[in-house]
């Protein structure tokens, strides 16, 4: 079993940024297809950006393309998502999601571990 805890979301201005990290427990992080997703009040949860279990391909949803970087770190088994030049569009809970071998990784149904949430707000 994995378990996943996000941290690093808050309240930040238009144009601002945010680094959001996900710690992962357990042994295989480092074989786990890892994402981001997001849902807004009255919104289904939709995703983010994805890196596969190596690191070396990526993929964002065309809304944060240029402004979000996906990472990861396997040594010390954390994901992390850089966020700049934020909008008040991009405020919504931020959830990050693992699983092995993934086939679509824009699919939240394909992702076996999520974590709790935290909660990303940007004012206008």
């Known amino acids: 079993q994995v378990q996943l805890v996000e941290s690093g979301g808050g309240l930040v201005q238009a144009g601002g940024s945010l680094r959001l990290s996900c710690a992962a427990s357990?042994?295989?992080?480092?074989?786990?297809?890892m994402a981001w997703f997001r849902q807004a009040p009255g919104k289904e949860r939709e995703f983010v950006a994805a890196i596969n279990w190596g690191g070396a391909r990526t993929h964002y949803v065309d809304s944060v393309k240029g402004r979000f970087t996906i990472s990861r770190n396997n040594a010390d088994n954390t994901l992390h998502l850089q966020m700049d030049s934020l909008k008040p569009e991009d405020t919504a809970v931020y959830y990050c999601?693992?699983?092995?071998?993934?086939?679509?990784?824009?699919?939240?149904?394909?992702?076996?571990?999520w974590g709790q949430g935290t909660q990303v707000t940007v004012s206008s």
């Open positions: 357990g042994s295989s992080f480092s074989v786990l297809d």
């Open positions: 999601a693992g699983t092995a071998n993934v086939r679509d990784f824009s699919q939240r149904t394909e992702y076996s571990y």
